[in-house]
């Protein structure tokens, strides 16, 4: 019923990147943030950071046969509300979402596992 979906780059001991719920038609998604490719949160930039973040999210949800356009529901957690991180998932949100039918969405401040990070975001999706 559940299988657990980890892209090879995306691998984490103990937790896994999404989950597919077979027979519910409905693909969770743990927490992703603006990591490179050895696990290091990207510190160039928030904007680089955040658009990590994305494509991130994208290749959990390409493995798991799904796209953006599948999203229902995002839940982003923040650091702290500035303007400028806010305008920045705007932007790069819009990017990848359909504008006319954008998923549901939730912005929660919180403290984030590594002081670097400025993000990170889960998505609940529909299997078709």
């Known amino acids: 019923m559940l299988t657990a979906v980890n892209p090879p780059e995306a691998e984490w001991p103990g937790l896994s990147q999404g989950m597919l719920i077979k027979g519910s038609g409905f693909f969770v998604s743990g927490g992703h943030c603006g990591l490179d490719a050895s696990g290091e949160p990207v510190t160039s930039s ?6 990590a973040m ?3 999210l994208k290749r959990t949800l390409e493995k798991a046969g799904l796209g953006f356009e599948h999203v229902a529901r995002t839940t982003c957690f923040v650091r702290e509300f500035s303007p400028e991180l806010l305008r920045t998932i705007k932007e790069v949100r819009a990017l990848h979402y359909n504008q006319e039918c954008p998923p549901a969405s939730v912005m929660v ?10 993000a990170e975001i889960e998505v609940i999706a529909v299997v078709p």
């Open 54 to 56: 994305f494509e991130n």
């Open 46 to 51: 928030i904007e680089d950071q955040v658009i």
């Open 109 to 118: 401040q919180a403290g984030l596992y590594d002081p670097r990070l400025f």
